[in-house]
């Protein structure tokens, strides 16, 4: 069966942090099927912007529009539930937990991560928490594609990552039918890049958006 696939947007959004806010105004939209990329240095209010679509943070203003619906008061978990999934930067595995122990939650038949990340196969056993950086984002990543979520999030997905696998995995990105965002420090490799809807952010403000190919290099 067919499901549609969802818009995600922030409009006009606001987050605070105490006395200082991390966002100023911020809208953007981000259409699925397809990589939209929120791209910026650290500070620059680009994770922010995907934990208030994810909803971990709250909007002190604006909005988060999902297909057409306002969910700004809708929960994180309630979000996962509806078919969000969100990989953060850090804590995206269950470290005490093997990688099939973490695998297994998600998905009781995990064969296909497997081909997504063949490097996995022999880490089965091990801890997930004595994994390396590289490897540890395989495995969240992995997760994420089990989970066949309809809108997910990615907090640098190829950190720690040599270049072939990070091609391989802006590969696996660009092939979910689903609406995927990604926050990063630079553009993804080519030929990912090329299609993918691009938002630079500075100090918590949209600077640019447009094609990635509009992108004037800096």
Do not use: K
């Not at 934990?51 to 700004?72: F, Y």
């Amino acid at each position: 069966m067919t499901t549609s696939v969802p818009t995600i947007s922030l409009r006009h959004a606001r987050v605070r942090y105490g006395p200082l806010e991390a966002l100023h105004d911020v809208t953007l939209t981000a259409p699925g099927p397809g990589l939209t990329v929120l791209l910026g240095r650290n500070g620059s209010g680009r994770t922010t912007a995907l934990r208030a679509l994810a909803g971990t943070v709250p909007l002190s203003a604006g909005a988060v529009v999902w297909d057409g619906t306002d969910v700004s008061r809708v929960p994180a978990y309630e979000r996962a539930r509806r078919g969000l999934c969100l990989v953060p930067e850090r804590q995206a595995v269950f470290g005490s937990l093997t990688v099939h122990e973490n695998l297994e939650l998600t998905a009781p038949a995990y064969d296909s991560a497997l081909d997504a990340y063949p490097q996995l196969r022999p880490l089965l056993d091990r801890r997930a928490g004595t994994l390396s950086g590289g490897e540890q984002r395989m495995l969240a990543l992995s997760r994420a594609l089990l989970a066949r979520a309809r809108v997910v999030l990615v907090d640098e997905p190829a950190q720690g990552m040599s270049p072939t696998v990070a091609a391989r995995t802006y590969e696996l990105l660009g092939g979910l039918d689903a609406c995927v965002v990604v926050a990063e420090q630079r553009l993804p490799p080519a030929p990912h890049a090329r299609t993918a809807i691009v938002y630079e952010l500075r100090r918590g403000s949209v600077v640019f958006s447009g094609e990635a190919g509009e992108l004037t290099p800096r």
